[in-house]
């Protein structure tokens, strides 16, 4: 069953309401976040950045010793390689004096490159910071959505970028309803579309062919 991924964004948003992600104060704390959830849950990040807490600025990172950042992110998991990474894209960060306005002014395209360069920076992060942090519309691939729309019968290409694609082919360039959309994702992924799926009471058993091949 091949549903348009603008529906099944329509049926998500209609049960779930809208979700107002990425959870930041600030658009530096949603790049830094976007980095510490790599391979771990969002409970774990949350905990590192309460631990960062004063810390939680550019310049005082920058100043920071590697050794003491892993420290304040040890619940984040894989600390010592996230501190590297969160210096590294620090280092990249300070080209552009720490202004996120002035980040924004430039392409997608380039832009995504630049932070495709940055040690730890893969696509799904980049995507994550183009998308919330620097406010260029994409979709972003993870792990939820390589999920969902797999049981749910769409064609999903291995390759992360022919995905990401694939999709935005089918939907407008529209930065809310993205945002919104990757969230959804993440909801649906948690609360119905686990690894072992929860089906009783999912807004899109109509619409799936695991669930309408597992329970018709």
Known sequence: MQQRYSFIYERLY?????QNWW?????????IGAILVQNTSWRNVEKALVQLGEFLDPKTIEHLPEVELAQLIKSSGFFNIKAKRIKAFIQWFNKYEYDIEKIKQIDKQTLRTELLSIYGIGRET???????AFHKPGFVVDAYA????????????ASYDLFRKQVESELPA????LQEYHALLVEHGKMHCRTKPLCLGCPLND???????SFA
Do not use: W
Request: charged share 25%; net charge negative.
């Open 14 to 18: 209609q049960y779930y309401g809208p």
């Open 23 to 31: 959870p930041a104060e600030t658009p530096f704390e949603m790049l």
């Open 126 to 132: 980049a995507d994550a910071m183009l998308l919330y």
């Open 146 to 157: 390589r999920r969902i729309f797999t049981r749910i019968g769409k064609d999903v290409p």
């Open 174 to 177: 529209d930065l809310s309803l």
């Open 207 to 213: 619409l799936c062919d695991y669930y309408l091949t």
